[in-house]
């Protein structure tokens, strides 16, 4: 919960603390910055869709928050006083939307709109814990998303302490339990029977191969996956406990086969570079984000820098807004990178100081000259 909030029941009139006058009655999501409150999702989502139902287990513990990555990533969070987010009502709406119905939900929109923190403000809003992030590129496969078998180290340590076997009375096998050697990856871990769903980040899908998207559709349509080393051994290890994506974790697996209890929320974004199969489009919900608002940089300005940021910052948004609107659209990090500079005391007064602006704020357009 932010400092110094109390619980918000989401459902009373404005008053200045309950939700605002432009949000839905059926959203738990409202993307204006204020967590949820002493409740938890389950309290206020209601069930799964009949053909969304999962029932993995056993239950997973809670994932652990991450707070100091969340402020990295969308900066601190509201204190008592602080104006809220403005609230973007098709984001809420399709956010809300991939939670009831426990689909994907697929993000497009330029560079630097802000697809990616998105992951960041959900998770935090809802106390959802750690973002499970899984960048792709062109060598992505389904398997590293799931779980990764060190084979060969695990045969060096078998080998090594068979050498070393003088005195020991347990096997060689006993001591390199093949649990210790896999590590479940972003998707496997958002895919552990958990009570409440984890926000899995799929950054920039449209780098991955040809393969990846279409690899996807039964994972995402099932929940569920195996780990074939484990379901060759389960006759005589039935139960294996193995990493996970999430620091010092593990997790315990049954019979080689991972199911869900509550289907992830998971955040697919795309620049637009490539068109996705039909398949995926259909299982997935889609939102296009457009560039932020001049009150949404202000927002995310006041956010990052507070009072320091001041008159010099809310005149860099305006310029910025201007600019970008002249050169065919400029990322939100660029305004951040100039406040950045133009709050500490290194640049007051200085005569380069527009020059140093136009370099930071180039077009992302590379057909503009």
């Avoid at 006041?302 to 659209?329: I, K, M, N, P």
């Avoid at 005391?345 to 180039?362: C, K, P, T, Y």
Wanted: glycine content about 8%.
């Amino acid at each position: 919960m932010s400092d110094g909030q109390s619980a918000d029941d989401r459902s009373a009139p404005d008053t200045g603390q309950g939700r605002p006058q432009d949000s839905a009655p059926w959203w738990v999501y409202h993307g204006d910055g204020r967590t949820l409150g002493a409740r938890d999702l389950d309290d206020v989502l209601m069930g799964p869709p009949p053909w969304r139902t999962f029932d993995g287990g056993p239950l997973q513990p809670r994932p652990a928050e991450d707070e100091a990555e969340v402020t990295r990533r969308i900066g601190p969070p509201l204190r008592d006083g602080d104006p809220r987010r403005p609230v973007d009502v098709d984001e809420a709406d399709m956010v809300n939307a991939a939670l009831y119905l426990r689909r994907p939900l697929l993000i497009t929109g330029r560079p630097g709109t802000g697809k990616s923190s998105l992951a960041y403000r959900v998770a935090r809003e809802l106390r959802l814990g750690r973002v499970l992030r899984w960048p792709i590129t062109t060598r992505t496969t389904l398997k590293s998303g799931l779980y990764d078998y060190d084979a060969i180290g695990r045969a060096q340590d078998a080998a090594a302490h068979r050498a070393a076997a003088t005195g020991h009375t347990e096997p060689a096998d006993e001591r390199t339990r093949i649990g210790d050697y896999i590590r479940l990856g972003p998707l496997g871990t958002a895919l552990l029977p958990y009570r409440l769903p984890r926000v899995l980040l799929i950054d920039e899908l449209d780098k991955s191969d040809i393969d990846l998207p279409n690899d996807l559709l039964n994972i995402i349509e099932e929940g569920e996956y195996d780990v074939p080393e484990l379901v060759r051994i389960a006759s005589r290890e039935p139960e294996a406990t193995v990493l996970t994506a999430d620091p010092g974790a593990t997790a315990r697996i049954a019979g080689g086969r991972v199911r869900c209890r509550a289907f992830p929320l998971i955040l697919i974004t795309s620049n637009g570079e490539k068109e996705f199969p039909p398949a995926l489009l259909r299982r997935c919900l889609r939102l296009e984000l457009p560039p932020p608002s001049m009150d949404q940089l202000a927002a995310m300005v006041a956010t990052r820098f507070g009072q320091r940021a001041g008159s010099r910052g809310q005149e860099l948004v305006r310029l910025f807004v201007a600019r970008s609107a002249r050169e065919g659209g400029m990322s939100a990090d660029q305004l951040l990178n100039s406040v950045h500079l133009a709050t500490s005391d290194r640049f007051e007064g200085d005569e380069h100081w527009d020059r140093l602006v136009d370099s930071l704020w180039r077009s992302l357009d590379t057909t503009r000259p």
